[in-house]
């Protein structure tokens, strides 16, 4: 599948909206490109198809796997356990809108998740998601040592390859 254009924009919004946006994120636990997309297709009256939205969480996991590479390189080791983690999670949401389902929470990410893992005879995904969930608990807590950040960026880049040959 190719994807589309990468746009990045920088965008100067009130605090007051910019306040709600993030809590509304933090309440969805969806990021604020899922956000934006949402409200884009709104406001042109498009309705979001099963492809279309696949293509974008496959370019978001993509780029948030570069920007976790960038930073581990920087040595920005919590910011990159943060972009490991929603680079996991948007790949398992472009398998899921794959087969037409929608995943609204990180409940149904790991549900899914076991799910896919049972079906394809494969409870190796379940693991590696496991470790880029533990990874997404650093961000907030940061006792992971950088050696195992590292090791565990090697997981969460295993669990995207796999997860890519899922996508329907």
């Not at 490991?84 to 999670?89: C, I, K």
């Not at 650093?138 to 590292?150: A, G, Q, S």
Request: glycine share 6%; hydrophobic share 40%; charged share 35%.
């Amino acid at each position: 599948m190719e994807i589309g254009a990468l746009i990045s924009l920088e965008l100067i919004l009130p605090k007051r909206i910019e306040k709600r946006l993030r809590e509304e994120c933090e309440k969805t636990g969806v990021s604020i490109e899922e956000l934006a997309l949402e409200a884009l297709y709104k406001g042109l009256n498009e309705k979001i198809d099963p492809s279309d939205r696949t293509e974008v969480y496959m370019g978001l996991s993509e780029k948030y796997l570069r920007d976790a590479e960038d930073l581990l390189a920087r040595g920005d080791f919590i910011q990159a356990c943060e972009k490991l983690w929603g680079s996991a999670a948007v790949m398992v949401k472009a398998v899921a809108a794959s087969r037409g389902i929608t995943i609204l929470s990180q409940g149904e990410l790991f549900s899914f998740v076991r799910k896919i893992g049972e079906g394809e005879n494969d409870s190796e995904l379940r693991r590696l998601f496991s470790v880029a969930s533990t990874l997404h608990q650093n961000f907030y807590e940061n006792w992971l040592h950088k050696d195992v950040i590292r090791e565990y960026s090697e997981d969460v880049k295993q669990l995207i390859t796999k997860l890519k040959k899922l996508i329907k």
